[in-house]
């Protein structure tokens, strides 16, 4: 028997179904996220730059294009309480703090790597980046001066603070979730989670689960006080490389290079939707009010020219008749 909030989610999707495609830049986008009111949404790319978009009724309207790195932008993410405050990491050995209300970069900190993972801490006070040396610095959000530096002996794949603030996670190249105490850093735990490369992890708004994706192609959700695996999704074939969770916590998106992007309701593991695509996905985010989905594939450029990176942006449930 499907659930009630399953058949919602299918009547929402059956009628907004649609989804648009924006240009952000000029080669592709590594990494998309939405401010905390949901009102903006930024993208980094390849191009060394990053995008912000303003959300209007059924369409992304580019706001500003934030220049100044020497490298690759690979991740970004918003203030988790401000909406005006976007980081940026990139390979360029710098993170950079973007004030959208004046459209200037406030902030380039000096890191010692090539920055590939980034994250904001929920109370806004620490900025956690990691580079490709497995290295992970603590930043502190205010002063701009690194607060602590960890060098891990395992690949370490995506980070996160758990949403209580008090625990912090890393994905690793062995299939491991770390959990280390915050800030003291100490090991609390190491799940063995996959037999391959963890690659990517996301806690739910709710503070109940989270998630991680794997190169096995699997996904698994974890109970947060238990951590203990409750289910696995298994409808892709490819490695997991980006998840997010709905604003309510009950769907879970995640992609890989297959050509679709799998929507799963959290509480059965049951397919609630999926989004059609023509090349891997790197990066989907959820907006944090709405069932929109913004997500970047690998698109290249029309039928002529099969080697340019399109570089665009997509928003997936926006009404049929828009």
Same mark, same amino acid.
């Given at each position: ?8 989610? @299918? ?49 992304? &309207? ?10 690759? &932008? ?50 806004? @006070? ?5 580079? #490709? ?8 959000? #205010? ?7 960890? @060098?891990?002996?395992?690949? &370490? ?27 003291? =850093?100490? =090991? ?29 192609? =699997? ?23 980006? =998840? ?31 989004? @059609? ?6 990066? &989907? ?38």
């Amino acid at each position: 028997m499907a659930s009630s909030y399953y058949q919602e989610m @299918q009547e929402v999707f059956r009628n907004n179904n649609k989804s648009r495609e924006f240009p952000a830049h000029n080669a592709k986008v590594h990494s998309v996220a939405w401010s905390c009111d949901g009102k903006r949404l930024a993208s980094g790319s390849f191009d060394k730059t990053a995008s912000v978009f303003v959300l209007e009724k059924d369409r992304l &309207v580019k706001e500003n294009n934030y220049r100044g790195h020497g490298d690759s &932008v690979d991740q970004l993410c918003w203030h988790p309480t401000n909406p005006d405050l976007f980081v940026t990491a990139s390979g360029d050995k710098t993170i950079r703090i973007w004030d959208v209300r004046t459209t200037k970069c406030m902030a380039t900190i000096s890191t010692k790597g090539e920055n590939i993972n980034i994250c904001w801490s929920p109370d806004g @006070q620490t900025i956690a980046v990691g580079n #490709k040396d497995d290295v992970v610095t603590f930043i502190d959000a #205010k002063t701009h001066r690194p607060r602590a530096e960890e @060098q891990f002996k395992f690949e &370490v794949n995506e980070i996160s603070w758990n949403n209580d603030n008090d625990m912090f996670f890393l994905t690793n190249g062995n299939g491991c979730i770390n959990i280390l105490s915050y800030p003291d =850093l100490k =090991l609390i735990q190491s799940i063995n989670a996959h037999p391959s490369n963890c690659i990517c992890i996301k806690f739910d708004p709710t503070g109940k689960y989270f998630a991680t994706g794997s190169a096995d192609a =699997l996904v698994s959700l974890w109970d947060v006080e238990e951590l203990v695996c409750v289910r696995c999704f298994s409808r892709l074939d490819w490695p997991v490389r980006t =998840l997010s969770f709905s604003h309510d916590g009950k769907m879970l998106a995640s992609a890989s290079e297959d050509h679709f992007i799998d929507i799963a309701e959290v509480e059965t593991g049951e397919k609630l939707w999926e989004i @059609q695509c023509e090349s891997p996905t790197f990066t &989907v985010a959820w907006h944090p009010k709405r069932p929109l989905l913004a997500y970047a594939c690998d698109d290249k450029e029309g039928k002529y020219d099969s080697n340019r990176e399109a570089g665009t942006v997509k928003l997936f449930g926006l009404p049929n008749d828009s």
